[in-house]
């Protein structure tokens, strides 16, 4: 299976910081990554999917990148409702694959 | 309004049976594909089951491989998970998912999630 290997776990930031997060996929996933945002006792919302594009409704303050087999998520202002876990998923091969998690916290 | 709600959760003794279902309503149910992610306590996400929107391929993680069957019914827009031999590790709110494609393979990118329902496998 890919490994997905997100950094950091956990961040500390506050409302208008820029934030990167970051997934290392064990091998290559071409542009077949989603990110998603979790909230306490919610489910998962797709944010981002093919690496760059944002699902319906997402504010443009997120945004993704690629290069090579490392994928990152970027929040280029935080807002309040930004403080989550968000989670890589990489479905180029099977079985698809989640990170660990990034909690981000103020 | 595009929804996904999960039923049948609960807390079930280990070895049990259990079986989950998936009511679909505002999209056309039979053009997706479907599957069950789960997430631990505390945990992270890990895919489980997945099912063509024809019905007719079915996959599963190792994990639950030969103990968990996928199923869906499109005459009621409902899809399910009958979950045999459970054992402590099955512990988590299972999550039933929309995948991307339309009409034709999963591609395993979830554009659309439940709410979950929680399964305790405890003596």
């Known amino acids: 299976d890919v490994q997905m290997t997100q950094s950091p776990s956990s961040l500390s930031a506050s409302v208008g910081d820029r934030v990167t997060i970051t997934c290392r996929a064990s091998q290559g996933s071409g542009n077949w990554i989603a990110w998603y945002q979790q909230k306490p006792d919610k489910a998962p919302k797709p944010l981002i999917y093919?690496?760059?594009t944002l699902e319906s409704g997402v504010t443009s303050r997120f945004s993704g990148t690629a290069s090579g087999t490392d994928f990152t998520l970027t929040i280029s202002s935080l807002q309040p409702e930004d403080f989550a876990t968000y989670y890589c998923q990489q479905y180029h091969n099977y079985p698809p694959t989640f990170g660990q998690g990034t909690r981000l916290e103020i | 309004q595009e929804q996904l709600v999960e039923s049948g959760g609960g807390v079930v003794q280990p070895g049990r049976s259990l079986r989950l279902s998936c009511a679909a309503s505002g999209f056309t149910f039979i053009i997706h594909g479907f599957h069950w992610v789960r997430q631990a306590p505390g945990k992270g996400l890990e895919w489980v089951a997945g099912?063509?929107?024809?019905?007719?391929?079915?996959k599963y993680a190792d994990s639950v491989q030969g103990r968990f069957t996928v199923s869906r019914d499109n005459s009621r827009n409902m899809l399910d998970l009958q979950m045999n031999s459970l054992t402590i590790e099955d512990t988590a709110v299972y999550y039933c998912?929309?995948?991307?494609?339309?009409?034709?393979?999963?591609?395993?990118?979830?554009?659309?999630w439940g709410r979950g329902s929680p399964v305790i496998v405890s003596s």
């Open positions: 093919g690496v760059a």
């Open positions: 099912i063509s929107y024809a019905g007719n391929d079915k």
């Open positions: 998912a929309r995948d991307w494609m339309l009409k034709g393979p999963n591609i395993y990118y979830f554009d659309l």
